[in-house]
């Protein structure tokens, strides 16, 4: 084989390889917008908003962790993953929350944003607990509440 067809045949599979990679990151890039409509509906809010009120008081700013908050935690998960999946599911019918969150944990380093934070407090329990720490400081006046000058509404019709 001369050089020059090998050297096309490699750019062929490297062009492959890139479509395939863009491929991937439009469909990830899909699911993360259909994630940040779902995450705006006043269902998903009430959910979440649940969970703060009712747990704030119990998880406290301490190194060690409860078995409660493990148990909360993984209530909370389930809610949130049957919540997510459930709407996922209407709009891409063959979509997989664990392929999902695998997708997610690859790409950990890469992602940021608010969607994001939203999405590790259902997979990493740190976060989760870090989210409800976070409204105990509000909830006791350590912080100040920004959230009264915000409002948030979905575009879905």
């Known amino acids: 084989m001369t050089q020059e067809v090998m050297d096309s045949l490699f750019a062929i599979s490297n062009i492959e390889i890139q479509e395939s990679h863009n491929n991937e990151d439009i469909s990830f890039d899909k699911i993360i917008g ?3 409509d779902i995450l705006m509906e006043n269902e998903f809010q009430s959910i979440q908003q649940y969970f703060l009120d009712n747990y704030w008081n119990i998880f406290e ?13 993984n ?24 392929d999902f969150i695998n997708e997610l944990h690859k790409r950990r380093s890469k992602l940021d944003g608010e969607v994001f934070e939203i999405l590790l407090t259902f997979t990493d329990f740190l976060a989760f607990k870090d989210l409800l720490l976070d409204y105990r400081a509000v909830k006791e ?17």
């Open 61 to 73: 700013p301490i190194e060690e962790n409860k078995l409660m908050y493990m148990e909360i935690f």
């Open 141 to 157: 006046g350590k912080v100040q509440d920004l959230s009264s000058g915000i409002l948030i509404k979905s575009t879905k019709m």
């Open 34 to 36: 259909h994630i940040e």
């Open 75 to 98: 209530d909370y998960n389930k809610r949130i993953d049957n919540y997510i999946t459930t709407n996922l599911k209407k709009i891409i019918p063959n979509f997989s929350m664990d």
